[in-house]
Each structure stands twice: as C-alpha cells, then as structure tokens.
C-alpha cells in the first residue's frame, strides 16, 4: 500500500497508474483508495492519511463543493498532485515532523471509508 494526507473537504480527482491516468475500461474498477482512522492535526488544519493500492503512482486532489479558501473565495483551479508515500515514510513523517500539534483517530464504518473519484 502507499499513503497521502488529504486536507478536509478536500477531494480526489484523477489518478495516475503506470500506463497514465486511471482507465476503468482496462481495469475494469475503481482504484482502491480508502481513508485511515488516523487525522494529524498541523497549524490548525486536519490531514486525513488515506491509503491506496500500489499501482497507484499518483491522485489529483481538489477543494471540495463549498470549500473556502482562505481569501473568501470558493477554491476554484486549485489543483494539486499529491506524491505519495510508503509506510515507513509516514511513520517518519509522525515522529520527526515539528510542526504537528495532535494525532487523532476517527471512528470510521466499513462504507465510510471508502472513496469514489470526481467526474
């Protein structure tokens, strides 16, 4: 598995695997992208770790439907790609990363976890 931290009220878009973004005729699924129970807080904002499969090397991640920006504005053209990152990246991500305030865990349900791409 590979991991990101996702913003909340953030979202996945487009995902990229070897052979360029995700083809759902060629694999015939959705990736597999699910949300852990672990939220770090960092400089008042929460980061949701989520994991995907490993032939996963990219996600294209966005503001949500009424997600504000911190001008007022609705996040309009706000793309980003997120990098992803190994178990063991993570872990040393936790323990040497300064600026982490808290570490929570979520109560999830089997369904809530799950994530589906934005058209």
Same mark, same amino acid.
């Given at each position: ?7 909340? +009220? ?9 052979? +360029? ?12 992208? *699910?949300? !852990?129970? @672990? ?17 996963? @090397? ?8 009424? @997600? ?23 872990? !040393? ?20 976890? *799950? ?5």
């Amino acid at each position: 598995m590979k991991y990101f931290f996702l913003s909340e +009220g953030w979202e996945v878009g487009r995902v990229w695997e070897p052979a +360029g973004i995700w083809n759902l005729a060629v694999w015939r699924r959705q990736p597999l992208i *699910e949300q !852990t129970a @672990l939220v770090v807080i960092e400089q008042d904002e929460r980061l949701c770790l989520y994991q995907v499969e490993e032939a996963v @090397l990219m996600v294209e991640v966005k503001p949500g439907p009424g @997600l504000v920006n911190h001008s007022g504005q609705q996040g309009i053209g706000q793309v980003v790609l997120k990098r992803l990152m190994t178990a063991e990246q993570v872990l !040393t991500y936790l323990i040497s990363h300064g600026g982490i305030e808290k570490i929570e865990q979520l109560a999830l349900t089997p369904n809530s976890a *799950e994530m589906s791409l934005i058209p």
